[in-house]
């Protein structure tokens, strides 16, 4: 943080101290926790409402979304969630099979529309203290940050993505390649 000019760091320790005090009040905890559910954990429920929020996700980038958990435990997440009818996965890219996307089944939805549900009304009792102008302010700056985040977020997805739909087109599927290889033996003949 030595890098940092004076400024920044002062700003740094308001908002660490603004993150004390919010949680203190009992705001800061996610309005994704513990949502309720009879059969479901918590963090399958998380899995359903992250789905529900970007239609499909690489299993890597849903572990991130449930905090960074371990591929095994996301495995064995989405096993469960997989024999309930709620989701389903399915190979991302012909050429490799570790690609993996995961998607809400119609039962799923259904289960994430009603978590949503409970999510929107946290997030309205956390809004409420605030006057109109105040909440449209916050709603202003939060959207500037996620914006400012967003672009480098974005850029580096897209990266990744391109990177990876060259490295499909670069690498011949394992048949076509043997059949390649033994007409180039042949002329080589």
Known sequence: MSELSAEVRVQVARLRNLVIDVARCGALSSPLGALPHQELDPMEVQAIWWLKAESLLPVNVLADRLG??????????????????????????RHDRRR???????QGRALAERADTVVQERMARLLMPLGGEQRSALMDLLEGWVEALGCWNRAEEQAAEEADAESARATPHPRLAAVEDVGVTANAA
């Open 100 to 106: 993996v996307r995961v998607r809400l089944t119609e």
């Open 68 to 93: 960074g958990i371990a591929l095994p435990r996301l495995s064995r997440l989405l096993d469960r969630l997989e024999d309930a009818k709620l989701v389903q996965r399915e190979r991302s890219v």
